[in-house]
């Protein structure tokens, strides 16, 4: 057990997220959220700012786009127009929706629904908070170990070692 967050510890806290108007967009509501120090679980302010915390602190991470989900790439967007898309999916294309398409290289990549608007669907490879500083209330509620399957495939199990 440790009593700090640091590389390859599994980090357990309760969080609570607002953009830069003091709207909350995310909430863990009270059910802590696990994550594994060190392996990309969570956007890199974020982990840079759990670092080296102990249980019971409480702090606020404000997050640059840059650390976040990144700038905002006007030049991510593209449409297309409905007869190409699979006729069993375009009532579930609702805004935010996210799926995954492989690029040039076969890698997947995340893309997002933007919008609906007549003939087209506009997607995006922006995330939706692409752009925007973010705003974390944190609560440390558990630090342990990481076990070593969790450390094999690079994300905590649960949130104790026994689940």
Do not use: C, W
């Amino acid at each position: 057990m440790s009593d700090t967050i640091a590389a390859n510890k599994i980090g357990i806290f309760n969080y609570e997220l607002k953009d830069e108007n003091g709207e909350i967009l995310d909430s863990s509501q009270g059910h802590p959220m696990p994550y594994l120090h060190g392996h990309g679980n969570v956007i890199l302010g974020l982990e840079e700012q759990l670092e080296g915390k102990k249980i019971g602190d409480q702090f606020q991470a404000i997050v640059p786009p840059a650390k976040g989900y990144g700038e905002y790439d006007k030049n991510a967007n593209f449409s297309v127009h409905r007869s190409e898309l699979d006729k069993n999916i375009l009532e579930d294309l609702q805004p935010d929706t996210q799926f995954m398409i492989n690029d040039e290289q076969g890698r997947p990549v995340p893309i997002f629904v933007d919008k609906k608007e007549g003939a087209y669907v506009h997607f995006t490879r922006n995330h939706p908070l692409a752009g925007k500083t973010l705003y974390f209330d944190i609560e440390i509620v558990g630090i342990r170990d990481a076990n070593e399957e969790e450390l094999k495939h690079g994300h905590p199990d649960g949130i104790d070692d026994t689940i």
